[in-house]
């Protein structure tokens, strides 16, 4: 992993904007998911909580959680080699730990693999302010040929 | 299996008034997921696609594909056990197979186990009238003691 | 999924020489996983259950339904693609439903998905004889450029 | 998670005993794996490898990194709460990340969950003095009712 664990190409600020550019509906009746920080094969973002995210008891909906972590884990790729082919979902494993209380979700994205063709990573997610984590996930995404840039 | 391969307890319209009180979100922007069928471990149910879940390129989301797998593995648990407990995800594994045309998604429910304490099913997600699955999820769920009607 | 359901390009017999050919420890100790049946997209496979693959209690443990899992689907792409390259397993997700009770265990297998450069087909795993699976998995696999005859 | 980070109530020496005693197997044909460490929801444990493990090529076998993944989880529940009952895998997700090299495997093991039914933990396994990950599980865990001390 040492040759990939270099900084990240894309800033915080531009892989916002190829967000709000490409995937508009992440802010669907206003904002949702924002990017806290990028760095060498991780990301950290957050789900800012609201009625759309939740489910009777007030807990936050498994949908919103597996999104919360496959934009996460698209996110960090994303950064790593920059918007030169779109990574595609391929496989997502998540575990549902704890039931989340009604508020904002904190997700650490760590990549175990960035290859040519295949990137795995893992998804940690926690609500926010406390260390006992409510989800965690795996995914693995397929990297197109790398002939195009957006 | 023969011994749970029995009928389901309740019918699809028990199921959809089951749904409509308890996850009032799912209908959350108007009718989104429909039950059109249940069966002895089995189900089928119908993903009404309009743009909430729809992605650049037309094509349905990750997360809408995730919800409806999530949906029907619970539907078919529920119709199987009745209303007595309310069944949790712990793990749930999607594959994306093929990228689904901007129209219904069918999934195809089949439980694999259905004991006491754990449950587990296949979803299959085909688009509407197409043969070759879009996505295939795999799901278990904790069910709670049930000692309370709810 | 219609044009890649052809017949498949290798016959039992050959996929069993390919096999004991390049996995010789397949049959490390004697002879242990056997190819039943090969078909479009299809395959079945036999694990003779021997001590080697017992648990205390009598039951099959868990590394030899893995393995006889992931044989399974290799075969599958195997037969269907023939030896021009190695597909190497990539993810593997294994669910345990049942205790198999100390007997042979037959594997059936299904691919949902052939494409250029992944694969990904499940495993349904029997105790010979009985309809109850006793093991579930789902595997995706990485098939190299093909450019060379094995 | 606050509550179960607490020191393990088994000790390595207990833990080996007690595997030594109940599964005999993971000795088959000479000593295989050890455990290095138990801590807080945490374990370290050793692959040594020999031509038992290997695949053509001299690579570890998937079954191999599958088991040793599988008997790490179990064994960092079983620190954590004593051999009062006997954890069941009801379902392993594991991605092979890079061709391990053939020689000793390190599994880094944490739990994400440690609750009354179900444990759910994460398994990183390394290439001996590497420390680019060669394969990651995620694996979850059915706990009896525990009023039987074995």
Redesign the interface.
């Known amino acids: 992993?040492?040759a990939a664990a270099r900084p990240p190409v894309m800033s915080v600020a531009a892989v916002e904007a190829f967000l709000a550019a490409?995937?508009?509906?992440l802010r669907?009746g206003g904002r949702s998911v924002t990017v806290e920080s990028v760095g060498p094969l991780t990301a950290r973002l957050r789900l800012h909580v609201d009625e759309?995210h939740?489910?009777?008891g007030g807990t936050v909906?498994?949908?919103?959680l597996?999104?919360l972590a496959?934009v996460g884990l698209y996110v960090a790729i994303l950064a790593q080699i920059g918007p030169v082919a779109l990574a595609?979902?391929?496989?997502?494993?998540?575990?549902?730990?704890?039931k989340p209380p009604p508020g904002d979700v904190i997700a650490e994205i760590r990549l175990?693999?960035l290859g040519k063709?295949?990137a795995?990573g893992?998804a940690?997610l926690f609500a926010d302010g406390d260390?006992?984590?409510v989800a965690?996930a795996?995914g693995?995404y397929?990297i197109p040929p790398q002939n195009t840039v957006l």
Do not use: C, W, Y
Request: charged content about 20%.
């Open positions: 992993m040492s490409e995937f508009p509906q669907h759309r939740l489910r009777p909906s498994g949908p919103s597996f999104m496959d595609v979902t391929t496989n997502l494993n998540i575990n549902f730990l704890r175990l693999k063709r295949l795995v893992e940690t260390d006992a984590p965690h795996v693995t397929s």
